[in-house]
């Protein structure tokens, strides 16, 4: 299969085709110069595309990897590896993964959009950051390496608040726990309507017409079927209803209900 049908294949149009194609080349870039060779930070849904491109492209899985430089990072770096290179032995700074950490004083209060808009205002495109992660005083980022000198000596304020910023080792990243609310409930099937409806605490036929109408994903991948049989594990997205996980199924009751755990997240 061909680049041309591959993108077909997956559907992809406008900016996410250009970005798969781009991440096609990088892959046999990597091949040709028998050297590592990383994309830019991807969001979840472009992590799930690129997925799906590498399966359907027979990509081997131990030949690449994705890193955000912590655990469970929500925005990640595509690794390609030459055939020399192991990726269970590979040190943090063989990976374009840093952090850096933008500490404030008492008194001033700075959001995750307050921080990302003053990257931005210095140029700093999204792709070349990763998560940030705020706490009362201080925020940790992951960014690539290319812009990591750059940041320590121009990022000086968000708005009208100064900052500190400072090299930081990966080790070292403080990752606050993630907002969510634990919810239970049982439904008749686990069918994509059916779990949308319990998550988002909807009726079941709204939840089947958001399906119907494109506005939910699973698995940051489009979805409109809402027969769609769901398993645990599964992330489902709907466009202004936010995001949840399911994270358990027990077993059926005698009338034939599933008893289902959710984490919703805030």
């Known amino acids: ?116 808009g003053a990257l931005m205002g210095l140029g700093i495109v999204r792709a070349k950051t990763g998560d940030i992660y705020v706490s009362s005083h201080s925020a940790d980022a992951l960014i690539l390496d290319s812009v990591r000198e750059f940041l320590l000596q121009n990022w000086a304020s968000a708005g009208r608040v100064r900052l500190s910023v400072s090299p930081l080792e990966l080790a070292s990243v403080t990752v606050p726990p993630p907002r969510v609310q634990e919810l239970r409930d049982t439904v008749s099937s686990l069918r994509l309507d059916a779990v949308t409806a319990a998550g988002f605490r909807l009726p079941r036929a709204k939840a089947a017409e958001l399906v119907s109408a494109g506005r939910v994903q699973v698995n940051w991948l489009d979805c409109g079927k809402p027969d769609r049989t769901l398993k645990p594990g599964d992330c489902v997205n709907a466009r202004g209803f936010g995001r949840f996980t399911l994270s358990r199924v027990g077993e059926p009751t005698r009338k034939g209900r599933f008893p289902i755990f959710i984490t919703r997240f805030l």
């Not at 590498?54 to 929500?74: C, H, I, K, M």
């Not at 990726?87 to 990302?116: K, M, N, Y």
Request: aromatic share 6%.
């Open 1 to 116: 299969m061909d680049k041309t049908e591959l993108l077909d294949r997956l559907r992809a149009d406008g900016d996410e085709r250009l970005l798969l194609s781009r991440v096609l080349d990088r892959q046999r870039q990597a091949g040709r110069h028998g050297a590592p060779v990383s994309t830019d930070f991807l969001s979840p849904r472009e992590q799930a595309l690129v997925r799906e491109l590498l399966r359907l492209s027979g990509v081997p899985e131990d030949s690449y990897l994705f890193t955000g430089g912590v655990e469970n990072a929500e925005r990640q770096v595509l690794c390609f590896l030459p055939d020399w290179m192991d990726r269970d032995t590979l040190t943090p700074e063989q990976l374009p993964v840093r952090a850096i950490r933008a500490a404030w004083r008492d008194g001033d209060t700075l959001s995750h959009r307050d921080l990302l």
